[in-house]
């Protein structure tokens, strides 16, 4: 049975390009980057290069672009660099957020910081509240890793007032939906390679030129104090190229995702039904069409999960940060699903390498996991009735 990856939320496999650019390098221009010698130029090139690239695809200025591990430290670093601490200045967020939002925001709370929440609607978009009149910082994704639900980041950053520091955490979006620093008006943006092809142990925090950004480690002038430590060249020109490749032939993939997962919805609702699709619906334009989220009422997620994996599917039951917990999602309970729908939830996650014949076959593996496991709850309650 060949194995279906529907988990490219979690990681995508590393695109051959980026594995190709990352090869030269490592052979062409191993030296340090800050060191003066001939191959520590060469190296500061090629990192200054994939910094300008990557700048140009994203919108931004080349200065504004820090690179990091990825995108929990990115987070990690926008949140807790940005927020001004004590009570006098609040921040505004939502359950919506990935866990490397959330927990940087729950240790902010315990140094005295306000934190507010704003409600989320059925369909997994935030519905801004009044601001307090400390409100300094807001944090709001691009895209959701578990429904795709697209937030409208531009027109609430411009509906707010200036003063307002807004971080958006778009690594869900990267590579799959235009994304342009400048035109969003935010003041710090996320991203990681190794949602979009890229490798793993790379990404970017951009700071909008005039942020004053406090670090998080210390002990070297790399990356104008933001991020010290030696770059990491091969790793940053991976994701150059990958980006490079998903940028080029976004419109196409993103036809090809809309109809894959359009493909995979309407076959699970025909051979799996009951079903309910979570956040945006299969025709919205507001989604990213890598993410599937849906439920299927009568199964528990996390048998299902154990069922699909030994039928050679790959999927979650949220994000990868938290799939260890047994708890319902967080995303889905701000979104006020019902529990039997909350408690039965699954998220498949397409790419462009996706084809239709992996969906029709999963599909096919999905609706006989889900058969046999209500037939074994249904048989269950017969044999203990209430």
């Not at 801004?128 to 890793?145: D, K, S, V």
């Not at 058969?371 to 269950?380: G, V």
Request: charged share 15%; hydrophobic share 40%; proline share 8%.
């Amino acid at each position: 049975m060949r194995p279906i990856y529907l988990d490219h939320n979690a990681t995508t496999p590393l695109l051959p390009e980026a594995a190709e650019a990352m090869r030269a390098i490592e052979s062409t221009a191993f030296g340090n980057p800050s060191s003066a010698h001939s191959a520590g130029r060469k190296a500061r090139q090629a990192l200054e290069n994939a910094r300008e690239c990557i700048a140009d695809l994203l919108g931004a200025n080349p200065d504004e672009v820090t690179f990091t591990s990825g995108a929990t430290e990115a987070n990690n670093l926008a949140v807790l660099g940005l927020a001004p601490p004590g009570a006098s200045s609040g921040v505004i967020a939502s359950h919506l957020e990935h866990p490397c939002v959330l927990e940087p925001l729950r240790q902010l709370e315990t140094r005295g910081v306000p934190i507010t929440w704003w409600p989320v609607n059925r369909r997994g978009i935030v519905e801004p509240a009044p601001l307090h009149a400390n409100t300094r910082l807001i944090c709001l994704m691009f895209a959701n890793h578990e429904t795709g639900a697209v937030q409208p980041i531009r027109d609430l950053v411009a509906s707010h007032p200036s003063h307002i520091m807004w971080h958006c955490d778009a690594a869900q979006a990267v590579g799959k939906i235009p994304v342009n620093f400048r035109d969003l008006s935010v003041t710090t943006l996320s991203a990681s390679a190794h949602k979009f092809g890229g490798p793993k142990g790379v990404g970017v925090l951009i700071t909008k030129r005039g942020t004053t950004l406090h670090p998080l480690m210390f002990g070297g002038h790399q990356q104008q104090g933001k991020r010290p430590g030696t770059e990491p060249v091969a790793l940053a020109v991976g994701m150059q190229a990958a980006l490079v490749r998903m940028v080029a032939n976004m419109t196409a993939n993103r036809t090809t995702l809309e109809s894959l997962r359009a493909q995979l919805a309407n076959r699970l609702r025909e051979i799996a039904s009951p079903v309910q699709v979570n956040g945006p619906e299969i025709s919205a334009t507001d989604v990213v069409p890598t993410t599937l989220n849906i439920s299927f009422p009568g199964c528990r997620a996390d048998v299902l999960l154990m069922s699909l994996d030994l039928a050679g599917v790959a999927c979650s039951t949220g994000s990868a940060c938290s799939s260890g917990s047994l708890l319902p999602s967080p995303v889905l309970k701000a979104m006020g699903v019902p529990d039997d729908v909350l408690r039965s939830a699954l998220r498949f996650s397409l790419s462009p390498l996706t084809t239709i014949a992996d969906i029709d076959e999963a599909a096919n593996r999905i609706g006989y996991a889900i058969e046999i496991t209500r037939t074994s709850r249904s048989k269950a309650g017969q044999s203990h009735p209430s």
